[in-house]
């Protein structure tokens, strides 16, 4: 069936570097792929959205990159702060509204 | 700031027990969508509603019901709480038509609400 998956529940990097989270989907007719964050006790929060017909959109200290070749996303982080650490969530848009989400990776940024 | 609101971050109930959980959504949206977390299992969507008194199954609907006799409220119940439904929930809105607007950004999601049954 559809679904969204990551490569690694888990990530460690040190402050300043940069970070690179990888998820791979399955649904080759997905269109709409989103990142979030979720910090400890709270809900998953927007970080930045990309369409199937651009291949890197950039924000602020963060990029994503997709590969519809491979049905490859990743989110990268510049200088990785300490305000980094969560869990990060790649979606996929698989009907209408409906989003299907990867498992998570968690990501510690040690000082 | 646009919020979406779940009316207990904790909730303890005993087996066998109705629950219900609400969520409240300021922003108009018409989307609104019930997950339930957990560890290793990531998001799973339970049901949704694109509209006043509508609803649709998710991936997992068995032991729930929902409603939605309000545009900004969304409901989810536990129709006799079990011990496997322990769990964060979290409730979602969003605009229709995700991802085609000028402006888009997904689903905002509530703080969660997390049920233990004992």
């Known amino acids: 069936g559809e679904s969204v998956g990551l490569h690694l529940p888990t990530l460690s990097v040190q402050e300043g570097d940069n970070s690179i989270i990888n998820c791979a989907y399955s649904n080759s007719a997905s269109d709409y792929f989103i990142w979030y964050k979720q910090e400890s006790g709270k809900g998953p929060q927007f970080i930045i959205d990309?369409?199937?017909?651009?291949d890197k959109r950039q924000g602020q200290r963060v990029t994503v990159l997709l590969n519809k070749t491979v049905k490859h996303l990743s989110l990268q982080i510049a200088a990785t702060q300490p305000g980094d650490s969560a869990v990060y969530f790649c979606s996929e848009e698989t009907s209408g509204s409906r989003l299907t989400f990867g498992e998570g990776t968690q990501l510690t940024v040690n000082p | 700031d646009v919020k979406v609101t779940q009316s207990s971050r904790y909730l303890v109930k005993r087996t066998g027990e109705k629950v219900f959980l609400e969520c409240v959504q300021d922003?108009?949206?018409?989307?609104m969508f019930w997950y339930r977390q957990d560890p290793g299992l990531g998001l799973r969507l339970i049901y949704f509603s694109y509209d006043v008194k509508m609803k649709e199954k998710g991936d997992i609907p068995e032991g729930y019901s929902v409603s939605r006799e309000k545009k900004e409220r969304f409901s989810l119940i536990l129709e006799s709480a079990s011990t496997s439904q322990t769990s964060m929930y979290l409730c979602?809105?969003?605009?229709?038509?995700?991802?085609?607007?000028?402006?888009?950004?997904?689903?905002?999601f509530g703080s969660g609400t997390r049920l233990t049954v004992v």
């Open positions: 922003m108009d949206h018409e989307n």
């Open positions: 990309i369409r199937s017909n651009m």
């Open positions: 979602a809105s969003s605009l229709l038509g995700l991802g085609r607007g000028t402006v888009d950004y997904g689903y905002t």
